[in-house]
């Protein structure tokens, strides 16, 4: 199927030739950084966690997002969701290669990665997630190349391929369940030190997710000669409803736990992300932007008729993957290392070097993607055809 890949007209390769320069540039700044070590980085002993593992945690929950086009199809028949499994699988897999590569850019000097196989630590965390995302995106490589391919075949694929998915279920609530322990296994950092960041973890997952597979099916349907489906659109469009109305939910949950008990160590938090702390507020414009579109989303997907126009549909989504990037893509990392157990303010932001490579890492993410969504379409098209 690596045959249709190379096939494809004036814009796809263009696109191709874009994400390689981006890809280019990233790589030139990680140079760098391996040169300099990450001094170059905004980060600090008491940010010692910044803007890439703050896209890793983001991307952990679109890659678990991929349970909710695999549960419906493979455990429950829903034979509408077969047109886009393969498309949420491929997102899965896109989405966990950067993942590994943000791990890669933070560690620093890149040898330090064999360390968690060369001396593993079962009652390390971080042991742990690496298993459950290396499996996971094995698991849907595997599954989704032998669904394509038998499909392209015509032929019914084998009964093992059913039960590698019916694992992958259960697999995907894993990954971002044990992201979650990362965080809320430490007692210093009152931010993160809460029972529901799991729960909270899984809720944006499922809405940002599925929100930028619609996005994405809705450009395939632009590009391509392949329709994903209206049914199957709308049905996405349903769990993206439920899923971002459980994590506002949530969230404010958070909001009276901290305010309410009026506990100075969980609301300084929430206090500097939204109005700052000691003169540093840089982020407080930036949550206050993902409060206004998390609440466009929610009316935007609340109301039938809006969610089912696809043109406001598309709104929606969009709104949703901003409000979640920026909640967990920003906030989550440095409203909970912000203030320090001192309650001492040490600003941090990314640097421009930070913000190549992670534009770098978003590049290769996608190019892997372009590529899979080219065999996946080209073959839907040969099929229909």
């Known amino acids: 199927m690596l045959d249709t890949a190379l096939k494809g007209r004036q814009g796809y390769w ?53 349970v909710m086009v695999v549960l419906p199809y493979y455990l429950h028949n829903y034979k509408a969701f077969g047109r886009i499994t393969v498309l949420g699988e491929f997102l899965a897999i896109a989405a966990i290669t950067m993942c590994l590569l943000f791990i890669f850019v933070d560690l620093g000097n890149p040898v330090r990665i064999l360390n968690v196989i060369l001396y593993p630590t079962p009652n390390s965390i971080l042991f742990w997630d690496m298993i459950v995302l290396n499996v996971y995106l094995l698991l849907n490589l595997f599954v989704g190349w032998n669904v394509l391919s038998a499909e392209r075949k015509g032929i019914p694929y084998r009964k093992w391929v059913k039960v590698l998915a ?84 949530f969230f404010l949950l958070e909001l009276f736990t901290a305010f309410y008990s009026q506990i100075p160590s969980h609301k300084i938090h929430f206090i500097f992300l939204f109005a700052g702390l000691e003169g540093y507020g840089k982020l407080a414009p930036w949550m206050w932007t993902a409060t206004g579109f998390a609440i466009l989303s929610l009316i935007l997907l609340i109301v039938p008729a809006t969610r089912r126009n696809l043109d406001t549909l598309a709104v929606a989504c969009a709104a949703v993957v901003i409000a979640t990037w920026i909640d967990k893509g920003l906030g989550l990392i440095i409203g909970g290392f912000t203030p320090n157990p001192f309650e001492r303010v040490t600003p941090y932001w990314p640097t421009t070097p930070e913000i190549f490579i992670t534009v770098g890492v978003w590049a290769t993410g996608f190019f892997v993607l372009t590529v899979l969504y080219k065999m996946a379409v080209s073959v839907k098209e040969e099929v229909g055809a």
């Open 166 to 249: 019916y694992i992958s279920i259960p697999w995907a609530f894993s990954i971002h369940t044990v992201t979650a322990f990362l965080y809320a296994g430490l007692p210093g950092r009152h931010f993160w030190l809460t029972a529901i960041m799991a729960a909270r973890f899984l809720a944006s997952a499922f809405c940002s997710g599925p929100a930028l597979l619609i996005l994405l099916c809705l450009i395939v349907r632009k590009v391509s000669r392949f329709d994903p489906g209206r049914e199957q659109i709308r049905t996405l469009s349903g769990i993206v409803a439920y899923a971002m109305i459980l994590n506002v939910f």
């Open 14 to 66: 263009s696109w191709l030739i874009f994400l390689l320069a981006l890809m280019g540039v990233g790589l030139g700044c990680y140079l760098y950084q391996f040169q300099e070590g990450l001094r170059i980085t905004g980060m600090s002993r008491d940010v010692s966690w910044g803007f890439y593992i703050a896209q890793f945690t983001y991307l952990v929950g679109v890659a678990a997002s991929g």
